[in-house]
């Protein structure tokens, strides 16, 4: 089941998983044309789809039933619904970092409540959290949103010691800046100092299979962005300085990271 995946890095994932023989999906967005022609492309008799706020508060009973009755068994969760509202914090204030962690981590964590029982009874399985590299590295105006991919990963190392003797395996995948219609990042690939920082959303569904089907931990996309979370530890000091100096000011004029690819959860407002 995939949250997120009416659009780029959640269509990217279905399609991925939906290559492999036998693979059968739900998808799970709030805009209910695009999954209904994402599960015609690939195969409706093996494609289930639920249009569905996740905010909304019955939404984790809803997508609970459909799964169990449509497919009785769930083998990976692939949480990748999320949402950004860029603010600085005087501006945004609570209210913003209230609405971001709805969408982020509170979302997240209420549909996996609702599946939990559904991944044991099918273990071996997988969760597949899909945080960022702001979790790990954060910048002005990002606050809100790195704190709730930070509460992501964190959780998600918690459910990983959890969950591993009931045979669920949680791995966590961080992407950095994804190009996609929302954000072609065309900003960054013009420049090739900066082009090198951006991926696809095919490679970052490949490393979510990875991190689901293949168990794997932990993956970062593009892979070298594990670099600046190493070095926010070791030199905490000198990252505050470059993010908060010239050297940040390509990096600060978007949101940042893979908002743009799973902001079909809150661009259409909070959400999908």
Do not use: C
């Not at 969760?77 to 509170?106: H, I, K, P, Q, S």
């Not at 951006?198 to 299979?209: D, K, M, W």
């Amino acid at each position: 089941m995939i949250t997120g995946a009416s659009s780029g890095i959640g269509e990217a994932t279905a399609r991925r998983i939906a290559r492999e023989p036998g693979s059968s999906l739900v998808l799970v967005a709030r805009r209910q044309q695009r999954l209904r022609s994402l599960a015609e492309a690939l195969g409706a008799e093996r494609v289930s789809w639920l249009a569905v706020d996740l905010t909304d508060e019955v939404a984790p009973a809803q997508i609970h039933n459909h799964v169990r009755e449509r497919h009785g068994r769930l083998d990976l969760l692939v949480n990748n619904a999320g949402a950004a509202w860029r603010a600085r914090f005087g501006d945004g204030g609570y209210e913003n970092v209230r609405r971001t962690m709805a969408v982020n981590f509170d979302a997240q964590l209420r549909v996996t409540e609702a599946l939990l029982g559904l991944l044991r009874s099918s273990a071996p399985s997988a969760i597949v959290n899909v945080a960022s590299t702001a979790a790990r590295v954060a910048r002005a105006g990002t606050g809100a949103y790195s704190a709730s991919k930070a509460a992501l990963a964190a959780w998600s190392d918690a459910l990983s010691a959890e969950e591993h003797a009931n045979g669920v395996h949680v791995g966590l995948v961080l992407p950095g800046f994804i190009a996609t219609e929302g954000f072609p990042a065309t900003e960054l690939t013009s420049r090739p100092l900066t082009s090198w920082i951006v991926s696809t959303p095919e490679r970052a569904a490949e490393a979510i299979f990875q991190a689901g089907v293949g168990r794997r931990p932990e993956r970062y996309v593009p892979r070298p962005y594990a670099l600046a979370a190493a070095l926010r530890i070791l030199t905490p000091g000198l990252v505050r300085r470059a993010l908060g100096g010239s050297a940040a000011a390509v990096m600060t004029t978007t949101t940042g990271a893979d908002l743009a690819d799973r902001a079909e959860q809150a661009t259409t407002p909070p959400g999908d």
